[in-house]
């Protein structure tokens, strides 16, 4: 017995509009597949190259749940509440960024980890209406410097073209202890390649966390840099004591 689904495609030929649509389909979307494998595979092998030695293995379980700023404090409950805000309401076509700036110890690093954390729950559609999260990277950034270093040397698993490239697409970057990088070296090369991250992430979500004052950063950067890190900005002021003198382990 010849079952109706059987009867409907016995009479579909290779040259019905229709079969050749989906045929094309079918062909499209297996494109898409291998292009996102490749991309996938790509990104891990560079995730792997920062993970090794960018990200503090301390701020791995980093949550807003466990940052517990004191009641009385109404600058670090304010500052916990905009970045909390920040995450929830993350949407990859409104790119925002946060400046986190201020004392060491009082949590700029441990909340910026916890945005990502929540925000790598969401998922987002790209334009083929496919869903994905958002790509994402933290970085130390006087390590930063270091690594883009190491990628002149013979042999390297990477050159400076595609650290930077990875760091300039990702949907939110971190760059975490900004201002450090520019204390230790002083020099012309780290401002440049500083220039050239911050430019590449124009339009994109980016969060600066810094142990520095705004001013003092404008005096380090000068106005063409730092002009473009507040651009969409939102700057909260970390101004209290270190949590980690009082025996608190917080970043």
Do not use: C
């Amino acid at each position: 017995m010849i079952s109706k689904l059987e009867k409907s495609t016995s009479t579909i030929s290779h040259s019905d509009p229709e079969y050749i649509a989906f045929q094309k389909r079918i062909a499209e979307e297996d494109r898409e597949l291998a292009r996102r494998a490749l991309k996938n595979d790509e990104d891990k092998r560079m995730r792997k190259i920062f993970s090794e030695s960018l990200i503090n293995p301390l701020l791995e379980k980093a949550t807003f749940e466990n940052y517990t700023p004191e009641s009385s404090n109404e600058l670090s409950v304010r500052a916990k509440y905009i970045v909390e805000k920040y995450a929830t309401n993350f949407e990859l076509k409104n790119p925002q960024n946060l400046l986190l700036s201020g004392n060491y110890g009082t949590g700029k690093s441990h909340l910026s980890v916890a945005a990502m954390k929540r925000i790598a729950l969401k998922n987002f559609p790209d334009i083929k209406g496919y869903n994905h999260q958002a790509t994402m990277m933290f970085i130390s950034t006087p390590k930063l410097m270091t690594k883009i270093r190491e990628s002149f040397n013979n042999g390297s698993d990477f050159t400076e073209a595609q650290l930077l490239d990875e760091i300039g697409k990702v949907d939110l970057l971190v760059m975490d202890d900004i201002g450090r990088e520019i204390k230790a070296s002083g020099n012309d090369f780290t401002t440049q390649k500083i220039f050239e991250i911050v430019e590449s992430r124009q339009g994109k979500h980016t969060i600066y966390t810094s142990n520095f004052k705004e001013q003092e950063l404008m005096t380090m950067y000068g106005e063409a840099i730092f002009s473009r890190m507040i651009q969409s900005t939102t700057k909260i002021s970390f101004d209290w004591e270190n949590y980690r003198l009082k025996g608190i382990v917080q970043k």
